[in-house]
């Protein structure tokens, strides 16, 4: 949207440009960020066995990219972890699988793990510090069981600044000791955020020797999946700081498709600033409501024949 090349583009984000940190990436850095990556500094972390570096790397997507070779802990005495290699790469973790809690669920093999090692490990804290970063705008993490602990983890004056937290917490007992979704919303109720979205995932209740006897294509069709974790997008309450802050919140409120918040964050900057820009962000914010409104028809009946007559329409 061109409202947000606007805000992007103008002084207030000159010299603070919207910080955006991703722990656990995987490969592959939020692509919610698309948008606004040319106007931001994106920190991202992966752990190897190099000497510690923070690479600024060449990207023609950010406006800067850094990497971190290290695993964010939260022990600030510690400079290395103990790291669980699993068969399936994307389930290792800082914690140990629970293979007993495991066993009744069809994907327990993808935790087994194949090797524990050390990685080289830091707090998220010292590792913006040796960035010169000094906040923090979106905060993503998936770290297979640490994610809150990491939130909590920082200091005040970083917390206060995040505007949007993802997190992806357990819901099944995957990891001894991990952080669970439970948890999560108990912490975030302590905080001026509210729950934007919640996509809960799983898998099946069904012993992995099995499957033979049923048939894996049979297994995966009689067999529901029941509910083992969830990603979750928790945005801050559009409390009035700077003009900045409630700019930005309004950048991400459309990003997550969150109309009716935008026009709250709209409507919070022309109290507090009569601005005309924020009165743009509400023209703009109806504009984008009446155009998806002319979609509606065509989305409704592109559902109803792939219902019918499976995915027929991209």
């Given at each position: 949207?061109?409202?947000?090349?606007?805000?992007?583009?103008?002084?207030?984000?000159?010299?603070?440009?919207?910080?955006?940190?991703?722990?656990?990436?995987?490969?592959?850095?939020?692509?919610?960020?698309?948008?606004?990556?040319?106007?931001?500094?994106?920190?991202?972390?992966?752990?190897?066995?190099?000497?510690?570096?923070?690479?600024?790397?060449?990207?023609?997507?950010?406006?800067?990219?850094?990497?971190?070779?290290?695993?964010?802990?939260?022990?600030?005495?510690?400079?290395?972890?103990?790291?669980?290699?699993?068969?399936?790469?994307?389930?290792?973790?800082?914690?140990?699988?629970?293979?007993?809690?495991?066993?009744?669920?069809?994907?327990?093999?993808?935790?087994?793990?194949?090797?524990?090692?050390?990685?080289?490990?830091?707090t998220l804290t010292k590792a913006l510090e040796q960035a010169g970063i000094q906040y923090i705008d979106w905060f993503k993490t998936d770290t297979q069981g640490t994610d809150l602990r990491i939130f909590k983890h920082l200091p005040e004056r970083l917390q206060a600044g995040i505007l949007v937290a993802d997190l992806e917490p357990g819901i099944m007992d995957a990891y001894k000791g991990e952080d669970k979704l439970h948890d999560v919303m108990a912490e975030m109720d302590k905080h001026v955020f509210w729950l934007s979205s919640m996509k809960v995932l799983g898998t099946q209740r069904l012993n992995a020797s099995l499957v033979p006897s049923i048939g894996s294509f049979l297994s995966k069709r009689v067999i529901r999946k029941s509910p083992g974790w969830a990603e979750v997008t928790y945005l801050r309450q559009p409390q009035v700081k700077t003009e900045r802050s409630l700019l930005l919140q309004f950048v991400f409120a459309l990003l997550e498709k969150q109309y009716g918040f935008a026009l709250e964050i709209a409507a919070c900057g022309t109290r507090q600033y009569n601005t005309p820009i924020f009165k743009e962000c509400e023209q703009a914010v109806w504009r984008k409501i009446r155009s998806e409104k002319l979609k509606a028809p065509l989305v409704i009946l592109k559902r109803q024949v792939n219902k019918l007559f499976g995915n027929l329409i991209d």
């Open positions: 949207m061109n409202i947000i090349r606007k805000i992007l583009q103008s002084a207030h984000f000159a010299q603070t440009p919207p910080v955006l940190v991703d722990i656990g990436a995987s490969g592959e850095i939020n692509p919610k960020w698309k948008t606004i990556a040319p106007y931001s500094v994106c920190i991202a972390f992966d752990a190897d066995d190099r000497e510690f570096n923070i690479t600024e790397e060449e990207n023609k997507t950010y406006r800067k990219l850094l990497t971190v070779n290290r695993i964010v802990t939260v022990n600030e005495n510690n400079t290395s972890a103990d790291f669980y290699l699993t068969a399936f790469p994307y389930s290792s973790s800082l914690l140990e699988p629970d293979m007993e809690k495991l066993a009744p669920w069809v994907f327990k093999d993808l935790f087994i793990v194949s090797k524990k090692t050390q990685l080289p490990a830091i």
